[in-house]
C-alpha cells in the first residue's frame, strides 16, 4: 500500500496525523509539496514557505526518504506523482481558506480520476462540526465560542511523536531528479534582496519554532498579559508564522502550555491569557469554515456597498509607511522590513486605513496578505472585518481607534517608533506621537517638518467625522431599504 502524504501547512513530522495514520498500517509514503504559482498567498510566505520546505526535506533525508517538491500546475502535477507511485491513498490535513480550497477541490478531481480515496485530517482543536452551541448553532461571537472551546481543552487530540525513522517507509520507485530541487520561483525569490533581508529577522523550521516556543515560555510568558499591547516590547510569542506553516502544530502546543501550569514558576493566568489568543486563531478558522465567502464579503452584509473611497496615493502613502502619522508609518514599515506587525499595531494601520483614509478593508487585506510572512486567510480576513467593523464581534459602540492616543498609551516612550523611524530619533518623545501639532517646537529645535518627516494629508479628526457621517448614511439606507422590503 503506497500513501502520499500531500502536505499544505503542516511542515512538520510532530503531531502529523496523516503521517502516523500511514506509518502505523505499514504504508510505503510519498511525502509531496505541490506549489502551483496560480495558488499561492503572497510574496512574503512564499518566502518563507521556501526555506521552510528546505528546512524539511533536511530533516526528512536524515531520516533515510525524501520530501518531493513539485512546481507547476497543481492538478497536472498532482496526476504525475499518483501515476508515478502507483499510489493507493492520498492524506493530507484539511485547511481553510484560499488558495487551499482550490486545490483542496482539485485534488479530489484528480483523485476520483485515479479511482483513489483522498482522506482529510484535522488540525483544529477540536473539528469545526464539534463546536456547536446547545441548539446546535454555529458561534458568531468569539466569547461564547471561546467558553465552549474551553470546556474542551481536556479533550484535545493527545499529539503524536515525530516518527524517528522514515527509511522503511521509502517506496521502490526513484522520484524524477527534478522533483528533488525547490521549485525555481522559490529560489529565484527568495535570493532577492528583500526576501533576504525579512528572512534574515528569524528562524525558520519545526525545530526552531520549538525553540521559539521554549524562549517565549521562560522569558515572557508571566508577563504577557501585562506587556502584550506594548509593541516595543519582545512581549508576544511571535508564533503566528510557524503556526500558519504548520511547523507548530496548535494541538501540541496547547499540550505544552496545559503541562506548564503544573510548574510553580509559571503563572497559570497568563497561560491562560496567551491560551485565549490561540482561541481568536480558532474562532477565524472556524468562522471561515462555515463562512467560505467571509475572505471576500463582509460578515454584516450591509456592509458590502458601503462607499469607499478609490484613492490610490493614500493607499500608497499607508503601503510605504509615509502618512505623516508616526504609529501608522512605524508599523508599516516594521510590516516592510521585518513580514510582520505587532497585533496592537495591525489593528491601528487598519484602522486608520478603513476609518480616516475610507479605504475598503479589502485594500488593506491584500496588501497584508502580500507582506505578511504569517499571511492567514482566516486571521487576515477576521482581522480587517473586526477592525472595519464589518465582521462578526461587531462592538455595541463603533470600533474607531485614534492612532495618537493609542500611540501615546502604548509607545510612550516612543521606542517603537524611534527604531522603525529614525528620522524621528532627534525630536524628544512628547512630539513624537503628532508632529505637526508642534511644527514652532521642532522648528526651534531645527527639525525641518515636511523635509525630515511628512505633515499628513489626512486631518484624523475631519476624517473621523467624514467616516462616521458615511456610517451613519449607510444605516439610514439599510433600515429604509429594510423597512420597504
Ligand atoms: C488587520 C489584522 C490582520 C491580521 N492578519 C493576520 C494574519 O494574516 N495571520 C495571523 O496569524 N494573524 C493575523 N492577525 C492577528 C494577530 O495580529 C497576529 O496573529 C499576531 O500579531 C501574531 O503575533 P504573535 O504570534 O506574537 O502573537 P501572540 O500575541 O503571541 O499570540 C499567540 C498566537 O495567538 C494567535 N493570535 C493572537 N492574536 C490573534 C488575533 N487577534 N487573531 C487571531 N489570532 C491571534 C496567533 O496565532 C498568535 O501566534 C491580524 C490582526 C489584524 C488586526
Same mark, same amino acid.
Given at each position: 500500500?503506497?500513501?502520499?502524504?500531500?502536505?499544505?501547512?503542516?511542515?512538520?513530522?510532530?503531531?502529523?496525523?496523516?503521517?502516523?495514520?500511514?506509518?502505523?498500517?505499514?504504508?510505503?509514503?510519498?511525502?509531496?509539496?505541490?506549489?502551483?504559482?496560480?495558488?499561492?498567498?503572497?510574496?512574503?510566505?512564499?518566502?518563507?514557505?521556501?526555506?521552510?520546505?528546505?528546512?524539511?526535506?533536511?530533516?526528512?533525508?536524515?531520516?533515510?526518504?525524501?520530501?518531493?517538491?513539485?512546481?507547476?500546475?497543481?492538478?497536472?502535477?498532482?496526476?504525475?506523482?499518483?501515476?508515478?507511485?502507483?499510489?493507493?491513498?492520498?492524506?493530507?490535513?484539511?485547511?481553510?481558506?484560499?488558495?487551499?480550497?482550490?486545490?483542496?477541490?482539485?485534488?479530489?478531481?484528480?483523485?476520483?480520476?485515479?479511482?483513489?480515496?483522498?482522506?482529510?485530517?484535522?488540525?483544529?482543536?477540536?473539528?469545526?462540526?464539534?463546536?456547536?452551541?446547545?441548539?446546535?448553532?454555529?458561534?458568531?461571537?468569539?466569547?461564547?465560542?471561546?467558553?465552549?472551546?474551553?470546556?474542551?481543552?481536556?479533550?484535545?487530540?493527545?499529539?503524536?511523536?515525530?516518527?524517528?525513522?522514515?527509511?522503511?517507509?521509502?517506496?521502490?520507485?526513484?522520484?524524477?531528479?527534478?522533483?528533488?530541487?525547490?521549485?525555481?520561483?522559490?529560489?529565484?525569490?527568495?535570493?532577492?534582496?528583500?526576501?533576504?533581508?525579512?528572512?534574515?529577522?528569524?528562524?525558520?523550521?519545526?525545530?526552531?519554532?520549538?525553540?521559539?516556543?521554549?524562549?517565549?515560555?521562560?522569558?515572557?510568558?508571566?508577563?504577557?498579559?501585562?506587556?502584550?499591547?506594548?509593541?516595543?516590547?519582545?512581549?508576544?510569542?511571535?508564533?503566528?508564522?510557524?503556526?500558519?506553516?504548520?511547523?507548530?502544530?496548535?494541538?501540541?502546543?496547547?499540550?505544552?502550555?496545559?503541562?506548564?501550569?503544573?510548574?510553580?514558576?509559571?503563572?497559570?493566568?497568563?497561560?491562560?491569557?496567551?491560551?485565549?489568543?490561540?482561541?481568536?486563531?480558532?474562532?477565524?478558522?472556524?468562522?471561515?469554515?462555515? @463562512?467560505?465567502? /467571509?475572505?471576500?464579503?463582509?460578515? +454584516?452584509?450591509? %456592509?458590502? &456597498?458601503?462607499?469607499? #473611497?478609490? !484613492? $490610490?496615493? *493614500?493607499?500608497?502613502?499607508?503601503?510605504?509607511?509615509?502618512?505623516?502619522?508616526?504609529?501608522?508609518?512605524?508599523?508599516?514599515?516594521?510590516?516592510?522590513?521585518?513580514?510582520?506587525?505587532?497585533?496592537?499595531?495591525?489593528?491601528?494601520?487598519?484602522?486608520?486605513?478603513?476609518? @480616516?483614509?475610507? /479605504?475598503?478593508?479589502?485594500?488593506? +487585506?491584500?496588501? %497584508?496578505? &502580500?507582506?505578511?510572512? #504569517?499571511? !492567514? $486567510?482566516? *486571521?487576515?480576513?477576521?482581522?480587517?472585518?473586526?477592525?472595519?467593523?464589518?465582521?462578526?464581534?461587531?462592538?455595541?459602540?463603533?470600533?474607531?481607534?485614534?492612532?495618537?492616543?493609542?500611540?501615546?498609551?502604548?509607545?510612550?516612550?516612543?521606542?517603537?517608533?524611534?527604531?522603525?523611524?529614525?528620522? /524621528?530619533?532627534?525630536?524628544?518623545?512628547?512630539?513624537?506621537?503628532?508632529?505637526?501639532?508642534?511644527?514652532?517646537?521642532?522648528?526651534?529645535?531645527?527639525?525641518?517638518?515636511?523635509?525630515?518627516?511628512?505633515?499628513?494629508?489626512?486631518?484624523?479628526?475631519?476624517?473621523?467625522?467624514?467616516?462616521?457621517?458615511?456610517?451613519?448614511?449607510?444605516?439610514?439606507?439599510?433600515?429604509?431599504?429594510?423597512?420597504?422590503?
Amino acid at each position: 500500500m503506497t500513501s502520499l502524504i500531500w502536505l499544505q501547512r503542516d511542515l512538520r513530522l510532530s503531531d502529523h496525523a496523516p503521517l502516523m495514520h500511514a506509518i502505523k498500517r505499514n504504508c510505503k509514503l510519498v511525502i509531496a509539496y505541490f506549489h502551483d504559482p496560480k495558488h499561492i498567498i503572497g510574496e512574503a510566505n512564499n518566502a518563507w514557505l521556501a526555506d521552510s520546505l528546505l528546512n524539511l526535506q533536511k530533516t526528512i533525508r536524515q531520516q533515510g526518504s525524501e520530501l518531493l517538491m513539485l512546481e507547476g500546475d497543481f492538478s497536472h502535477n498532482f496526476s504525475q506523482v499518483l501515476s508515478h507511485y502507483k499510489t493507493d491513498e492520498v492524506l493530507y490535513h484539511y485547511e481553510v481558506g484560499e488558495p487551499f480550497l482550490s486545490q483542496q477541490h482539485l485534488a479530489l478531481q484528480v483523485c476520483h480520476q485515479h479511482k483513489i480515496s483522498l482522506q482529510p485530517f484535522d488540525q483544529a482543536w477540536h473539528p469545526a462540526e464539534q463546536v456547536l452551541t446547545q441548539k446546535g448553532q454555529i458561534y458568531s461571537v468569539f466569547t461564547p465560542f471561546y467558553k465552549k472551546l474551553l470546556t474542551l481543552l481536556n479533550q484535545v487530540d493527545y499529539p503524536y511523536d515525530a516518527p524517528d525513522n522514515l527509511q522503511q517507509t521509502k517506496p521502490a520507485q526513484t522520484p524524477r531528479p527534478e522533483w528533488l530541487n525547490l521549485p525555481a520561483s522559490l529560489n529565484k525569490l527568495r535570493q532577492t534582496a528583500w526576501a533576504q533581508r525579512m528572512i534574515s529577522h528569524w528562524q525558520i523550521g519545526e525545530h526552531q519554532a520549538w525553540l521559539q516556543v521554549k524562549n517565549f515560555c521562560e522569558n515572557s510568558l508571566n508577563d504577557y498579559p501585562i506587556q502584550r499591547d506594548y509593541p516595543a516590547e519582545p512581549a508576544t510569542s511571535k508564533l503566528s508564522v510557524h503556526l500558519q506553516f504548520g511547523e507548530l502544530s496548535v494541538r501540541e502546543l496547547l499540550h505544552y502550555l496545559q503541562g506548564l501550569k503544573a510548574q510553580p514558576e509559571y503563572d497559570v493566568h497568563a497561560i491562560d491569557s496567551f491560551i485565549r489568543q490561540l482561541a481568536w486563531r480558532e474562532f477565524g478558522r472556524y468562522l471561515l469554515h462555515f @463562512n467560505p465567502l /467571509l475572505e471576500n464579503q463582509s460578515f +454584516q452584509s450591509k %456592509f458590502n &456597498n458601503f462607499p469607499w #473611497d478609490d !484613492d $490610490p496615493d *493614500n493607499l500608497r502613502d499607508w503601503q510605504l509607511g509615509q502618512t505623516g502619522v508616526p504609529i501608522i508609518d512605524a508599523g508599516m514599515r516594521e510590516l516592510w522590513q521585518t513580514g510582520w506587525m505587532h497585533n496592537r499595531v495591525r489593528m491601528l494601520v487598519a484602522s486608520w486605513l478603513t476609518k @480616516n483614509a475610507n /479605504l475598503s478593508w479589502r485594500e488593506g +487585506q491584500a496588501w %497584508f496578505a &502580500n507582506t505578511l510572512i #504569517d499571511a !492567514d $486567510p482566516a *486571521n487576515n480576513a477576521m482581522g480587517w472585518q473586526w477592525v472595519a467593523g464589518c465582521g462578526v464581534d461587531a462592538a455595541p459602540y463603533y470600533r474607531l481607534f485614534n492612532p495618537v492616543v493609542q500611540s501615546t498609551r502604548f509607545d510612550t516612550q516612543t521606542e517603537y517608533i524611534k527604531h522603525w523611524l529614525p528620522e /524621528l530619533k532627534p525630536i524628544p518623545a512628547k512630539w513624537v506621537h503628532a508632529p505637526w501639532q508642534h511644527q514652532n517646537e521642532l522648528k526651534s529645535i531645527g527639525f525641518d517638518l515636511p523635509k525630515q518627516y511628512r505633515i499628513p494629508k489626512i486631518d484624523l479628526a475631519q476624517s473621523r467625522h467624514n467616516h462616521l457621517d458615511r456610517v451613519q448614511a449607510q444605516k439610514s439606507y439599510t433600515q429604509a431599504l429594510q423597512l420597504q422590503n
